[in-house]
């Protein structure tokens, strides 16, 4: 949620592509860099400072700009697929950056794109009926708009209170509600706090809002209704615990003595055969790239692009401070701006290395955030192991694993995105929810009052006296550009059933898995099944592994929801990516946001939903596979003041992609 804190190719040519990357340079191991303060080495590597600020000189050079002009996202113009695929390290390549530009005066919005060795606009378009994502000025602006306006003092008197400074003002975006009003002026609303605590979810200032047009700076629309008494401050005063209570442990020491096992060559990362790259913008926060496994000697690619690239939080609240309340927090707020600088021995252990960003301010500056990426090994825990009883002995293996890790803050809640790499082949995408939960004001003090789930308490559980934490849902969709030993590639769902009883199950025990093979993106649209234990297959149906099965990463659901709004929602016409838990598309550059590009202020006419509709043919060929999460959230008292980790995910197991597990070939 927002309120900021701070400020194609053939397999086989493929696969040549990739090995012939691995050679060229010597191993150096690194304990810290800021990514973007040196010379790009590959045509995936983020835009280093220089290249923000050159985007922003040749846009000022050439008249699009002035200083009034914010920039919304500057990041790499990725070069085509099969260009990156080709790239020869030490051969020069092309760098382009991609700029959305806002225009407040005009409520206009452009998207540019700049050749940066040529410093020329490549090209210039304006987009007309979008809202690009919130700006950090459209914070300052929301403030001061409600500030001066003339109707705050009085709504407040209402509401007990008179010394105005203590009001904290937070902003939502208001979403799209089929008002006609709304139509072309960018707005947001706000909401109201009592502050005199650090968690402004605290003491909530309950039915009350403000629209404000951030165009003129006014606010448009007050809605106020039913006073309710603002709650006392929580337990932790602060919103965090006030002072320890217990001990803490004796010290667990995290050392490699000997540096981590992992090498970083031109910025990509050898890790226990797997290799692979990372970039990060502020639309999508990391991205990690052309993921890989070497195998036998050659390299395997497995995916050429990961990302979160959505989210939407939806509350199932229908009071008026909470109906609007669904944030997308990547396409409404650009979630990468609010990556999280990670502290030491807490957020990642000792060994581990981290990078600095280096990111695009909207003014047309850069800003770096600290230490907001990490990537260290950790213990896995056990990786195999089996006691031989006739001979009593016992073989076993210690797993390691690879994580590679940052945090965005948005607003109150943390999301921790953990690539985790695996040593039998697998990799992990592991979320994690901490942080605040958003809360409602009540004057209920316990729930014997109104019956657990009645009244103020249909909506919410009550995590203090007086305070609600309201039910919502976390959802998130991985865009997956799966390439599964070469880019063209098909998919298969599994569904394991039992079969009828009958002269082929007489002691109807039997089950049978079944495949089916996607034709087309429309039929891929799927919901989980627990039923059916239900997953989907990337195959290669070029290549087959030595049993005769295609190639394939398997890829396996964990946690799960679906979700409670109705379907003809407009959130769920919005964030219509929710519909299904698997989608597949063939590859388009130009679809890379399950919820679409412009996602502020959205009528839901763009996205996957929409996008499936042309029945594009997904067989044998470059596919996008997309994974939506959900996390249905009914709080606890214990998840108040602060949220302990919450951990969902989901994995990409090999099947039938190696010979034998490769776990086998650890010492
Ligand atoms: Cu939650």
Redesign the pocket.
């Known amino acids: 949620m927002p309120q900021p804190q701070q400020r194609r190719l053939t397999a086989t040519s493929l696969l040549f592509a990739f090995s012939a990357a691995l050679c060229l340079s010597q191993p150096a191991t690194v304990r810290a860099e800021t990514l973007g303060n040196t010379p790009p080495l590959h045509p995936l590597d983020s835009l280093s400072k220089k290249e923000i600020l050159a985007t922003v000189e040749v846009l000022r050079a050439s008249g699009k700009t002035t200083d009034t002009s914010r920039y919304s996202l500057i990041t790499l113009h990725e070069p085509p697929k099969n260009e990156v695929l080709r790239f020869q390290p030490g051969t020069p390549f092309g760098r382009e950056s991609f700029a959305v530009v806002y225009e407040r005066a005009t409520n206009q919005t452009s998207e540019a794109i700049v050749d940066l060795q040529k410093q020329s606009l490549l090209s210039w378009k304006t987009i007309s009926g979008v809202q690009p994502s919130f700006l950090l000025e459209d914070a300052d602006i929301l403030q001061h708009a409600v500030r001066v306006d003339p109707r705050f003092p009085d709504i407040m008197r209402r509401r007990g209170i008179t010394d105005l400074a203590r009001v904290g003002i937070g902003d939502w975006p208001g979403g799209y509600y089929g008002d006609p009003a709304d139509n072309g002026t960018r707005f947001r609303r706000a909401v109201f706090t009592y502050r005199d605590s650090q968690n402004q979810s605290d003491r909530p200032i309950e039915n009350l809002t403000a629209d404000v047009d951030l165009n003129t700076s006014k606010v448009i629309r007050w809605t106020d209704g039913d006073v309710v008494p603002i709650p006392p401050a929580g337990p932790g005063l602060g919103g965090l615990p006030a002072a320890p209570t217990r001990d803490a442990p004796k010290p667990l020491i995290i050392q490699q003595p000997q540096g981590p096992t992992f090498d970083i060559h031109d910025h990509e990362i050898r890790w226990q055969n797997w290799r692979f790259r990372f970039g990060f913008n502020s639309r999508e926060g990391l991205v990690l790239y052309t993921v890989g496994y070497e195998d036998a000697g050659r390299l395997r690619s497995v995916l050429y692009r990961g990302t979160c690239s959505e989210m939407a939080v939806p509350y199932g609240d229908p009071g008026m401070n909470w109906f609007f309340k669904n944030a997308f927090d990547g396409g409404e707020d650009s979630f990468g701006r609010y990556a999280s600088m990670l502290e030491p021995l807490r957020d990642y252990p000792d060994n581990a290395t981290t990078f600095n960003l280096m990111l695009p301010s909207e003014n047309g500056d850069t800003f770096e955030i600290p230490r907001a990426v990490a990537l260290y090994e950790r213990d896995g825990g056990l990786l195999w192991k089996h006691y031989d009883k006739d001979h009593n002995q016992s073989e076993s293996r210690r797993a390691r694993e690879l994580v590679l890790s940052w945090v965005a803050t948005v607003g109150n ?1 943390d999301y921790g995105f953990n690539w985790v790499f695996h040593q039998d082949g697998s990799l992990e995408m592991e979320v994690l ?1 901490t942080g605040f ?1 958003d809360c409602k004001a009540t004057t209920l003090k316990t729930a014997q009052a109104v019956g657990h789930h009645q009244g103020d308490l249909k909506f919410g559980h009550l995590v203090a006296q007086n305070l609600i934490a309201v039910h ?1 849902q ?1 959802f998130f969709n991985f865009r997956l550009d799966m390439d599964v030993d070469g880019t063209n590639n098909s998919v298969v769902e599994m569904n394991t059933s039992a079969l009828p009883p009958g002269a082929d199950n007489p002691y109807k025990n039997a089950f049978t898995m079944t495949e089916t093979l996607f034709h087309t993106e429309q039929e891929a649209e799927r919901q989980m099944s627990l039923n059916d234990n239900r997953r989907w297959t990337i195959i290669n149906p070029s290549v087959k592994g030595s049993l005769g099965y295609p190639v394939g990463y398997t890829l396996l659901p964990g946690e799960n929801a679906v979700p409670y709004a109705a379907p003809d929602s407009w959130l769920r016409k919005r964030a219509a990516f929710t519909n299904a838990h698997f989608w597949t598309t063939p590859y388009d550059p130009s679809q890379m946001f399950a919820a679409g590009f412009y996602v502020n202020q959205s009528k839901g006419e763009d996205g996957l939903q929409r996008w499936v509709e042309a029945k594009r043919s997904i067989e044998n060929q470059d596919v996008v596979v997309w994974y939506t999460m959900g ?1 249905t ?1 009914i709080p606890r008292p214990e998840e108040y003041p602060v949220m302990t980790v919450h951990k969902a995910g989901f994995m990409l197991v090999p099947n039938a992609f190696f010979v034998q597990n490769p776990a086998d070939g650890l010492p």
């Open positions: 809640y929810l939960m919502h976390h996390i959230h």
